[in-house]
């Protein structure tokens, strides 16, 4: 598996949330995308890390200093964007653009987000 990191600021509320999360709040994330497939004979790589950026980065351009709760995406849980429903979303959003580009050749092995320095959500592809 490789895995490449991002980072991205966005704002969000959880409605309804018996807690101080149910207030406007922003976090700095840090997103892991992890690749798996077999090492290329030619490139010696299982993904060049530029293109996962090329794949990743339109999907983070949206969340970026966004107020998730009002992003505009019918697909993305604005109603509730919790660290675990946007690590869903991302997974499902990785893993059609790689079967789009790659047909299999390579797959989403791993998603894991990072709301804070010592909390994350993670996705994993079941084996």
Request: with cysteine.
């Amino acid at each position: 598996m490789v895995v490449k990191e991002f980072t991205f600021d966005a704002a969000h509320c959880l409605p309804g949330y018996p807690g101080d999360c149910a207030n406007l709040h922003g976090h700095t994330y840090r997103l892991q995308i992890g690749i798996i497939g077999g090492i290329n004979p030619d490139t010696g790589m299982v993904m060049d890390f530029k293109k996962l950026k090329t794949i990743t980065k339109p999907i983070l351009d949206q969340m970026d200093h966004a107020y998730l709760n009002n992003l505009n995406d019918p697909s993305f849980p604005s109603h509730l964007p919790t660290a675990e429903n946007m690590t869903v979303w991302i997974a499902d959003q990785i893993r059609t653009k790689l079967y789009e580009n790659y047909r299999g050749a390579v797959e989403l092995g791993l998603v894991r987000l990072w709301e804070t320095p010592t909390s994350y959500a993670e996705w994993k592809k079941n084996w």
